[in-house]
């Protein structure tokens, strides 16, 4: 059963934050910046909690998940969102100027 998760991420270094960002679109949804709406199985959560665990610096980095229920239930009506939209840049590579 899936279920939706909020993931939440303060990361200390560019680099470290580029993969976390990297990983969790792999797995869900940016809402804002450093925050992720997920719709997971236990096994896929437990995937993402491998791959964000070699990334992270337990000293410096901290990622929040909170489960939010099961989708298409609780889950999909416990986010209100309010003002403007969010609007990330786009992916790309290094800009030379």
Known sequence: MRHAYLICYD????????????????FGDPLQF?????????????DLRERL????????????IANLGP???RGDESI?????????APDRGPTIV
Do not use: Q
């Not at 200390?12 to 679109?25: D, M, Q």
């Not at 992720?36 to 199985?41: A, H, K, N, S, V």
């Open 71 to 73: 989708i298409n239930g």
């Open 11 to 26: 990361i200390a270094t560019p680099k470290r934050l580029r993969i976390v960002h990297k990983t969790l679109k792999g």
């Open 53 to 64: 665990a070699g990334v992270l610096h337990d000293d410096e980095d901290r990622v929040m």
């Open 34 to 46: 450093s925050v992720f709406r997920c719709e997971l199985t236990k096994l896929e959560l437990h």
């Open 80 to 88: 209100e969102f309010w003002g403007a939209p969010l609007s990330l």
